[in-house]
């Protein structure tokens, strides 16, 4: 399998974590260590893998369901570096209602043995005519 | 100089080419490939060097003066590839009046020679009550 297979790979097993809120498989994406990074939408830079996983925590605990569906995806590799871009379209459920919202999304990994373990996630809106809120 | 050193020095050459809206400084930072990109706050992604240069060129247009402060400053390298995660507060001031916005910046750099060069930037709005907008 080429790097550039492997890394769009470990993209995909995140996006399945976030689709089932499953915090375990959450886990399995993130390298754990206290440099890695996150940037919600709308939300300031979190940063060592505890504060991280405590905003999926999070997420997962506010949201009933998520439907995420994943376009304009390119994939870079760079030596034990790769990222992925891609374009979110997000549905979500709350207790009050649901929201669906464009997101552009940069997905930073880094080698280490075999795998391609995720250590940044950066994802902004994308203001779209089509956003809605429906409460 | 150890790498973090340089990395950041390429970082502050990103935003005093900003700051003074000199595209020939800009182009100097920037890596000139195909594969580059660039997320502007509320965008969605530009791909390849023209695609990037081209919106530096209309923002630099369309604004007459701009200060960046920045802040919450981090870097991380490995091997070749660094990046660094910073808090930019820009005000712009536009024929029609000026604005202030805090954005969360990712700047990805790769080392080509000594030299690190910005491979991706990727801007998203932080919401701030101070956010102002004076026309």
Not at 61 to 74: A, C, F, H, P, W
Not at 115 to 127: D, E, K
């Amino acid at each position: 399998m080429k790097p550039e297979e492997r890394v769009l790979s470990a993209n995909q097993q995140f996006y399945v974590a976030l689709e089932l809120l499953d915090l375990d498989a959450m886990d399995a994406v993130w390298l754990h260590e206290g440099w890695v990074t996150c940037v919600h939408p709308g939300w300031e830079l979190l940063e060592g893998w505890e504060e991280v996983r405590e905003s999926w925590r999070r997420i997962f605990e506010n949201t009933q369901r998520m439907k995420v569906e994943i376009s304009n995806v390119s994939v870079r590799v760079e030596n034990s570096t790769a990222w992925v871009h891609c374009v979110e379209q997000v549905t979500s459920s709350f207790a009050t209602g649901f929201s669906t919202a464009w997101v552009q999304a940069t997905n930073l990994f880094v080698k280490r043995g075999e795998g391609w373990m995720m250590v940044h996630h950066h994802a902004s809106p994308i203001p779209r005519d089509e956003d809605q809120t429906v409460q």
